[in-house]
């Protein structure tokens, strides 16, 4: 069945540092590809996403491209904030019967002033 | 807001019972999807209903249970419930099968104690 696979951490930076996120997935077709990012105590909220091969998805300074060849969506940002600190996840849209969403298991996130 | 509405936020139980989560979804929205987010399962797709109707079905117990009424919101039912159900319970609703996005709630924690 579809997968994802993402890094689980958790990981902590200090501000202003460089974050890479890892995320590869299995599946057949051509799936969406999603970030939520999880706030404490709250839900889930849609970070940014990409539908097809080589689609950049980007917002709030978060960066991930769509890469058929290796199978991956990595979740990029240049300058992390305290604001940042939450639990991220990758999550793809299945194709065809229910169009749920497949998620990885999610990385917390802690930033550092 | 999200839009979407679950009551309650809280629910603390024994084992044994049973409990109702609710959630009422976006305006507009006909999809909703429940999901369980454990520690070591993570985020769980369990059912899924469209405009009424069930449409998947992914890990949900024979113990759990959940249908979408005329209003589109929607119930999911736990019964004979035991310290292994204790999680967080999300909704999220789509507007269709979620080719435009999908829109969670900030989730019921049920703790069975």
């Known amino acids: 069945g579809n997968s994802v696979t993402q890094m689980e951490g958790p990981v902590t930076l200090s501000e202003e540092a460089f974050l890479t996120i890892n995320c590869t997935y299995t599946?057949?077709?051509?799936?969406?590809l999603f970030w939520y990012v999880q706030y404490p105590g709250e839900g889930l909220q849609l970070l940014l996403k990409?539908?097809?091969?080589?689609d950049k998805g980007s917002n709030k300074g978060f960066e991930a491209t769509y890469r058929k060849e290796t199978t991956s969506f990595h979740l990029e940002k240049g300058s992390v904030q305290v604001s940042d600190s939450a639990v991220y996840f990758c999550a793809l849209r299945e194709q065809g019967g229910s169009e749920k969403l497949v998620f990885g298991k999610g990385m917390k996130l802690t930033v550092n002033p | 807001d999200s839009g979407v509405t679950q009551t309650p936020k809280h629910l603390i139980t024994a084992t044994g019972q049973r409990v109702t989560l609710r959630c009422s979804p976006r305006s507009g929205d006909l999809s909703v999807y429940w999901y369980q987010q454990s520690l070591d399962q993570g985020l769980q797709f369990l059912i899924q209903?469209?405009?009424?109707?069930?449409?998947a079905k992914g890990n949900i117990l024979e113990r759990f249970s959940a249908q979408q009424f005329p209003d589109l919101h929607s119930e999911l039912n736990l019964s004979s419930l035991e310290l292994g159900d204790s999680a967080l319970y999300f909704c999220a609703s789509s507007v269709g099968t979620g080719t435009y996005g999908y829109t969670f709630g900030s989730g019921t924690r049920l703790t069975v104690v």
């Open positions: 990409a539908t097809k091969a080589d």
């Open positions: 209903y469209y405009n009424g109707e069930e449409r």
């Open positions: 599946a057949t077709g051509y799936p969406s």
